[in-house]
């Protein structure tokens, strides 16, 4: 449980740092291996979990921006993070109530 909510928040942080990043960018929204790059010394110094864990962090942040701004007509914003879920060596784990 501790791991998904850590994810959670460090999906929370990957998407206001990509959010800036597409802001500077002209409403662009940066790669998930752009946004890996810029948010990798703060994964590292918060978390104590390998740093394989933060490529499933960045591909669903860009996926949250990509599917908000699609929805939203062009519009960005960023979008609120509600579930508890992460997909690791291609399997889902999620808590439903």
């Known amino acids: 449980m501790k791991y998904l909510t850590d994810m959670q928040n460090a999906i929370r942080y990957a998407i206001e740092v990509a959010?800036?990043?597409?802001i500077r960018d002209h409403n662009r929204i940066p790669s998930p291996i752009a946004l890996r790059k810029a948010i990798?010394?703060?994964?590292?110094?918060?978390y104590d979990y390998a740093i394989?864990?933060?490529n499933p962090?960045?591909?669903s942040a860009v996926a949250m921006?990509?599917?908000y701004k699609k929805n939203h007509h062009g519009?960005?914003?960023?979008?609120?993070?509600?579930?508890l879920?992460?997909?690791?060596d291609?399997?889902?784990?999620?808590?439903?109530?």
């Open 65 to 67: 921006l990509r599917s």
């Open 90 to 97: 291609g399997k889902l784990f999620k808590v439903t109530k």
């Open 75 to 83: 519009e960005l914003r960023i979008p609120v993070v509600k579930k």
């Open 57 to 59: 962090v960045c591909v």
């Open 40 to 46: 990798k010394p703060w994964f590292v110094s918060n």
């Open 85 to 88: 879920e992460m997909r690791i």
């Open 52 to 54: 394989h864990h933060l």
């Open 19 to 22: 959010y800036e990043m597409a």
